[in-house]
Structure formats: structure tokens, C-alpha cells
């Protein structure tokens, strides 16, 4: 049924929602791809649910997909919340202000590079995985 990953997109979402509410712009541009990434993720678990329900051989075929796209965003949520947790620190932290940059830095850099092609890549997989049930593997 889902309920556990429910619950871990749940508390996704309420970071994506704590970054997007953040007082600087690049922490909210990284809550909106957070936001983007996990409402990806939901839609391509619900069409996996009704997959393997209905046709299981296509969800066979896009489960890799949908284990990749759920570790990148879980990847994506902890350099969020890192990035929170670092944007604290260094109000209360100075000495460590290299190290924390660093880690906001890293945020930044994944959202860019990772969060922010995971819903074409989830629509990929939803487009892909019927066609990939459907090829005998002679015909590869």
C-alpha cells in the first residue's frame, strides 16, 4: 500500500516547504526543486502501484528507474536539510563558516545537477517501461 513511503515523502515535502519559505532565494529555489522532485516521485509510485497491480511486467520494467529517482531525492532532502541545519549554525557558529559554505555549496550543486531532471526522468519511466515489457529480448 505505501504507507511507509508515504510518510517519507511526507517529510520531504515539509522540507521542500521549509526551504521554500526560507529568507533567501537560492534556498527557496532549492525547496521548489525539492517540492518538484518529490511530487514526481509520488506521481511515478502511484503509476508503479497501478502497474504492478495491472501489468506487472511493466512495473518490473521501470522498478530500477523508480529506485534510482527515490535515492536521488532522498539524496536531494538531506542536502536540504543540511543545508538548514548549516544556514542555523552559522548564525551561531562563525568559526565553522568555511566548512558550512561548503555544505550549502553542495546543496546548491545538487539540486542543480540532480533534483531538477528527476521529473523528466520519472516521466521517463513511465513512458519507457511499457515499451521495454513489450520488446522480446531477441528483438534487442
Not at 533567501?24 to 518538484?36: H, M, Y
Not at 558550512?100 to 546548491?108: C, G, N, V
Request: hydrophobic share 45%.
Amino acid at each position: 500500500e505505501g504507507r511507509s513511503l508515504q510518510a517519507l515523502l511526507a517529510e520531504i515535502a515539509e522540507t521542500a516547504s521549509d526551504l521554500a519559505c526560507a529568507e533567501r532565494p537560492e534556498d527557496r529555489n532549492i525547496g521548489l526543486g525539492l517540492e518538484a522532485a518529490c511530487q514526481a516521485a509520488d506521481q511515478s509510485a502511484a503509476w508503479l502501484q497501478d502497474q504492478h497491480r495491472d501489468d506487472p511486467p511493466t512495473a518490473f520494467a521501470g522498478a530500477a528507474d523508480f529506485l534510482q529517482i527515490l535515492g536521488d531525492l532522498t539524496g536531494g532532502w538531506l542536502m536540504g536539510k543540511e543545508l538548514l541545519a548549516a544556514r542555523k549554525l552559522l548564525e551561531h557558529s562563525p568559526d565553522d563558516a568555511d566548512f558550512l559554505e561548503q555544505k550549502i555549496r553542495s546543496a546548491q550543486f545538487y539540486v542543480a545537477n540532480f533534483l531538477t531532471v528527476l521529473p523528466a526522468r520519472a516521466q521517463g519511466m513511465i513512458n519507457s517501461a511499457p515499451l521495454t515489457a513489450a520488446t522480446a529480448v531477441e528483438d534487442i
